[in-house]
């Protein structure tokens, strides 16, 4: 008998948000497989976590998803396969429309890819990217795929350590009221073409002389940015 045969799910197919953090002994999305009515699911450091049995269902009602520290499994794995069955108009209800809005993730190269990125644009207005440190700067590919998410209003990098550069086409996300760039300490400057007019508040911590003395001069021409060196 096969383990999609034997899997028992131990969650009721009701649940709404569901928060699983430390829990080593999880190893398939298969026992998520029943819980189409979630609206919140958060996995956190499921090392042995693997996208193995996930059921694309999951994701209709999903508003907030956050995937991070699972060695084995980025949100990417899953949002690809939704994307997927979308496009190919499988299992997901006909006229499919994603309303996930906020997203944490661990996993910036796997998450930018236009066929997620199109799959997000409708809803997502929060993107976190959390402890990527391996990204060091964005592709054209991963530039052009981020211009997809129109909706997006928050955008952040926390301790992205490797990261040496922001998304350069940062001020053509004309959505985009808040900025937080927090512990990444390789970045040395803002892109060329600054920040998108439509930023209100920009957080930022570990960074450049450069870079504050880029900021001071952005504030003097756009005085309704609030900065905060947090």
């Known amino acids: 008998m096969g383990e999609s045969e034997t899997i028992i799910c131990p969650f009721p197919a009701s649940l709404r948000e569901l928060d699983v953090c430390l829990e080593t002994s999880m ?79 661990d996993d910036i190269c796997g998450l930018l890819v236009a066929p997620i ?10 993107l976190e990217f959390l402890f990527d440190e391996s990204m060091e700067s964005l592709t054209e590919e991963q530039e052009k795929a981020l211009q997809l998410l129109t909706s997006l209003q928050n955008l952040s990098f926390y301790y992205c350590k490797g990261l040496q550069s922001l998304p350069q086409g940062l001020h053509c996300l004309s959505s985009l009221k808040e900025l937080s760039v927090i512990g990444c300490e390789e970045i040395q400057s803002l892109p060329k073409e600054g920040l998108p ?19 001071e001069k952005m504030k003097r021409s756009n005085p309704d940015l609030s900065v905060s060196y947090c």
């Open 117 to 126: 990125c199109s799959l997000l644009a409708p809803a997502l207005h929060t």
């Open 197 to 215: 007019l439509s930023l209100r508040t920009l957080y930022m911590r570990g960074h450049s002389a450069e870079i504050e003395e880029k900021i």
């Open 27 to 105: 190893k398939s999305m298969g026992l998520l497989s029943n819980l189409t009515s979630l609206t919140t699911l958060k996995l956190r450091d499921c090392c042995n976590l693997t996208v193995d049995g996930f059921n694309p269902l999951i994701a209709v009602n999903l508003v907030q998803l956050q995937v991070c520290g699972c060695n084995t499994l980025a949100a990417a794995d899953m949002l690809s396969e939704v994307a997927s069955h979308s496009q190919r108009a499988k299992l997901l209800p006909a006229g499919y429309i994603s309303r996930l809005e906020k997203l944490s993730v």
